[in-house]
Nanobody, 120 residues
Framework: QVQLVESGGGLVQAGGSLRLSCAASETGFSINGMGWYRQAPGKQRERVTRISRSGNTIYADSVKGRFSISRDNGKNTIHLQMNRLKPEDTAVYYC??????????????WGQGTQVTVSS
């Protein structure tokens, strides 16, 4: 079993930056895709970004140019650098991992979530 633990959430003013981190409890060979989903109250869960084991990345249109994901394959850790944050980015952010590189909403491993709040 793989446990994902997020950190780095908090309160930040609009235009500011925040960095999220996620660490897996084990370096399972089966993990391929890793990334982040987010969900705000009353909103649908949204895939923010994902990175495959080979380094291919995908970003939601809403965060392109502002967020960047990085990965340490050996440690199965990822980081999400969030810049020029907007109030619309306020949500609970979930670290997600899967044996598939695609990291769909049916992904196998989910973290507990970390709150990101962006004030105006």
């Amino acid at each position: 079993q793989v446990q994902l633990v997020e950190s780095g959430g908090g309160l930040v003013q609009a235009g500011g930056s925040l960095r999220l981190s996620c660490a897996a409890s084990e370096t399972g060979f089966s993990i391929n895709g890793m990334g982040w989903y987010r969900q705000a109250p009353g909103k649908q869960r949204e895939r923010v970004t994902r990175i495959s084991r080979s380094g291919n990345t995908i970003y939601a249109d809403s965060v392109k140019g502002r967020f960047s994901i990085s990965r340490d394959n050996g440690k199965n850790t990822i980081h999400l650098q969030m810049n020029r944050l907007k109030p619309e980015d306020t949500a609970v952010y979930y670290c997600v991992a899967d044996d598939s590189p695609f990291l769909t909403s049916g992904a196998k491993y989910w973290g507990q979530g970390t709150q990101v709040t962006v004030s105006s």
